[in-house]
């Protein structure tokens, strides 16, 4: 079955960073797409560059509304568009102490992070196992696999939640022609950094640390075409997270958090 055959992959967060670096892989690939974010004139100038090499749709959406899950699917089903490809990709962090943000700001968050990611994964899903062909690649974090720090006090942990939902998940679908993928990068040069307020404070981080966005995106296809169930990006993000995962858990915690400060605010 040929690329072209098997449908869209359909990619949340396209706007920039990680997601538009997915899609233009998607696109050198030959896969057509439908585009999704917020910002619909961010949106349009990745159609318009990509649309020489593929079919693009663009369906403009804020995750955070709870409808709005619902209403992408309808979209797309109206339109007639299979999708063999579901990358979950919208995200962003909120700064600060757990308390310093309101309720609203937070539950908006776990819509995004988590609600989102379950709901378009649970409508796409039949289609793609019905097909017998399906790739749903979510896009977690280093963070999800480290110890908890202070500050971006609901990161880490729904990063953690969607790693495990993908590895269960991919569990259940062994054998019936869908792959499913955490891809789980560390620090990548997007502009991830800059909407969160935190770009002063990681741009002192050393450059060994960091990966760009076109890379990241070019290891997470790879590993969901293969069938990875998780994928850390990296050879330093990989030592990290073999030394949390194997270091006492007092010493690992204690790393972290004299770690996190420079890079995390916590107030």
């Known amino acids: 079955m040929s690329t072209q055959t098997r449908g869209y992959a359909l990619v949340t967060g ?3 960073g990680i997601g538009a670096a997915v899609a233009c892989e ?5 896969t057509p797409l439908i585009l999704t974010a917020r910002r619909t004139d961010r949106l349009e100038q990745l159609a318009q ?7 693009v749709r663009m369906l403009p959406a804020d995750l955070a509304d709870p409808a709005a899950p619902a209403a992408l699917h309808a979209q797309i089903a109206a339109l007639g568009l299979p999708v063999s490809h ?6 962003y962090g909120v700064p600060g102490r757990y308390l310093s943000a309101s309720w609203q700001i937070h539950a908006d968050f776990l819509q995004v992070m988590v609600t989102a990611v379950c709901e378009l994964t649970h409508r796409f899903l039949p289609s793609m196992e019905q097909a017998g062909y399906g790739r749903i690649l979510n896009i977690a974090s280093l963070a999800g696999l480290a110890p908890a720090s202070a500050g971006h006090t609901l990161y880490g942990a729904s990063k953690s939640f969607v790693i495990r939902f993908s590895e269960s998940l991919a569990l259940e679908a062994a054998g019936r022609g869908v792959h499913v993928t955490a891809l789980c990068p560390g620090f990548t040069y997007s502009e991830f950094h800059d909407v969160n307020g935190m770009r002063g404070r990681v741009s002192k981080l050393p450059k060994w640390l960091w990966l760009d966005a076109e890379t990241v995106a070019r290891l997470g296809i790879d590993a969901v075409e293969r069938g990875q169930r998780r994928c850390v990006t990296g050879g330093a993000n ?6 949390t995962e ?3 858990d007092a010493a690992a915690r204690a790393l972290v958090a004299s770690k996190s400060k420079e890079f995390r605010d916590s107030d």
């Open 14 to 16: 396209a706007s920039s």
């Open 26 to 30: 998607y696109a050198r690939r030959g």
């Open 49 to 55: 560059r990509l649309r020489p090499q593929v079919d």
């Open 86 to 91: 579901l990358v979950n990709n919208a995200g």
């Open 238 to 243: 990989r030592v990290i997270a073999h030394l």
């Open 246 to 248: 194997y270091l006492p």
